[in-house]
Nanobody, 126 residues
Framework: QVQLVESGGGLVQAGGSQRLSCAAS????????MGWFRQAPGKEREFVAS????????YYADSVKGRFTISRDNAKNTVYLQMNSLKPEDTAVYYC???????????????????WGQGTQVTVSS
């Protein structure tokens, strides 16, 4: 089991920056591919970014590429999402997710992630 707790959400103006954190506990954190997803009101949950076990490989949704950066610190059991140049359409609940320990590819599909955090709200005002 892996437990995930997100933090860092809040209200930010368009064009601003925010960093989300996801603290993991339970089984060995650095065995898990990690991802960030988001869900806006009335919309389905969508992929944002993912990162390999070592942190050496990352993958982004086109909508955030060049603005968001995913990273991880395995010594601190934490994954981050640095969000820059935020837009009102980035407003959503952001979720941290972990794949099972045997998976290695940076999939974009919700069904491939086994563990989920409770989410943190990010609101971007125009």
């Amino acid at each position: 089991q892996v437990q995930l707790v997100e933090s860092g959400g809040g209200l930010v103006q368009a064009g601003g920056s925010q960093r989300l954190s996801c603290a993991a506990s339970g089984r060995t954190f650095n065995n898990n591919v990690m991802g960030w997803f988001r869900q806006a009101p009335g919309k389905e949950r969508e992929f944002v970014a993912s990162i390999s076990r070592s942190g050496g490989a990352t993958y982004y949704a086109d909508s955030v590429k060049g603005r968001f950066t995913i990273s991880r610190d395995n010594a601190k059991n934490t994954v981050y999402l640095q969000m820059n140049s935020l837009k009102p359409e980035d407003t959503a609940v952001y979720y941290c997710a972990a794949r099972s320990g045997t998976a290695y590819d940076l999939t974009v599909y919700l069904r491939d992630y086994t563990y989920w955090g409770q989410g943190t709200q990010v609101t971007v005002s125009s």
